[in-house]
Structure formats: C-alpha cells, structure tokens
C-alpha cells in the first residue's frame, strides 16, 4: 500500500509563510499525480491543490491561487505545499494524497478522486 | 461553485439499508461519471469507499454501493453495521473552472 507521511503544520501568524511537506512511500513516485486537501476544524473537506504524476501540470483551488504553490522532489519523493499570506481561514488540517486523474484531449491532467490519504498535519493560522 | 448537497445526517439500525444522496449540478455529478464518496472516522483521515460512481477500491466491504441518476449521486448501506457509523462525505469533477467540489457530509448513526 501507498504511505503518506505529512510534516511541517504549525501556529502561524497572518500573513506568515509555511511549507508543508509529504514523504511518499511508493516506487512510482513519478507516476501517479498527488495533492493537498484540506478540513478546517469541524468542517468538510476542500480540494486545495494537486500535480500531475509527470509534474508538468499544477491545479489550484480558487481559494489558495496565487498565495499555494505544489511542488515535488523526486529524488526524495516528498511533495511540498508552499503557503505564503496565509490567513485566518487557511487553518485546517492538510491531508497529503494520491490523485489519480482523467486526461481531456490534450492530455492535460485533471483530478478524479483521491484514493491514498496521509494521518494530516494541522495549521493554524492565528494572532 | 457550491459545494454538493448532502443530508446532515441519516440513521439506522443494524442490519437495515441506507441510502445517502449528494445532489450537484450538470457542471459536476450530472456532467462527470467521476463521483466518489469517502468515510471518516471521528479523528482520522477520510477513506476512499467508491469511485466512478460505483467501483469499490480494492478491500472496501460490497455492503457499499454507488449509484447515479441525472444530477443525484447516492451511496447505499447495506447490512448497516455499528463500524460504519461516520461521516460521509460524496465528491465529483466539474466541468467547470472549479475542478473538483466535495459534498456537505452526512453524519451516519447507527441506532
């Protein structure tokens, strides 16, 4: 079974930056596409971000756009969440998952459900 | 987008069946075999139980099965057993910009 192991949650001031990171256990690290989803404290689940298991291709929630950026290390298979301005309602848990996708006619990646998920690691973002 | 609609909860005694329904749009549930449904446990990470629609992930007990008619997705108990008391949560692609929106979540009790 695939692994998923999240670090990197912590207290955070507005306006803060924090990165997230998911060690993933699986050979096919480059093969299969990955994300972040996320739970704010006694709510439902929001689809933050995910890459393509070739990583050419990145899709952000509204949300986070421009504020998120996903990225992997391949030679460590570790995926990151980089959060910069972050504010009060990005406090959540983060769930680091697998993400397998459907391909339009451009082949261009687009996330279909989220079949592996991480234990999570809380942020919260607080004065 | 808005998220999916779900019942805030639904309850049944062991044995029964029951059925949860996640109401979307055309731009998503009605417009993508892509629906999926997920569990969680107080404390833990949600689980995948159904994709497209109706496949089970390998492992997933047969007493969960999915279904689809027009704009409403539905996940269906059966043998309602006192684990599978949790959160339900249904998801689907859309066609939209927005991508992918989850449901509401349907709190399961087992009486």
């Known amino acids: 079974d695939v692994q998923l192991l999240e670090s990197g949650g912590s207290l955070i001031h507005p306006g803060g930056s924090l990165r997230l990171s998911c060690v993933v256990s699986?050979?096919?690290?480059?093969?299969?596409?990955r994300g972040w989803v996320r739970q704010a404290p006694g709510k439902g689940l929001e689809w933050v971000s995910v890459v393509s298991g070739s990583g050419d291709t990145t899709h952000y929630a509204d949300s986070v756009k421009g504020r998120f950026t996903i990225s992997r290390d391949t030679s460590q298979n570790t995926l990151y969440l980089q959060m910069n301005s972050l504010r009060a309602e990005d406090t959540a848990v983060y769930y680091c998952v697998k993400a397998p996708g459907y391909y339009d006619a451009s082949a261009y990646y687009y996330p279909r459900y989220f079949d592996f998920w991480g234990q999570g690691s809380l942020v919260t973002v607080s004065s | 987008q808005s998220a999916l609609t779900q019942p805030a909860s639904v309850s049944g005694s062991p044995g029964q069946s029951i059925t949860i329904s996640c109401t979307g749009t055309?731009?998503?549930?009605?417009?993508?075999?892509?629906v999926s449904w997920y569990q969680q446990h107080p404390g833990k990470a949600p689980t995948l139980m159904i994709y497209?629609?109706?496949d089970r992930p390998s492992g997933v007990s047969y007493r969960f099965s999915g279904s689809k008619s027009g704009n409403t997705a539905s996940l269906t108990i059966s043998g309602l057993q006192a684990e599978d008391e949790a959160i339900y949560f249904c998801s689907s692609s859309t066609t939209t910009s927005v991508l992918y929106v989850f449901g509401t979540g349907t709190k399961v009790t087992v009486l």
């Open positions: 497209d629609v109706s």
């Open positions: 699986e050979v096919t690290f480059t093969t299969n596409a």
């Open positions: 055309s731009s998503d549930v009605g417009g993508h075999n892509h």
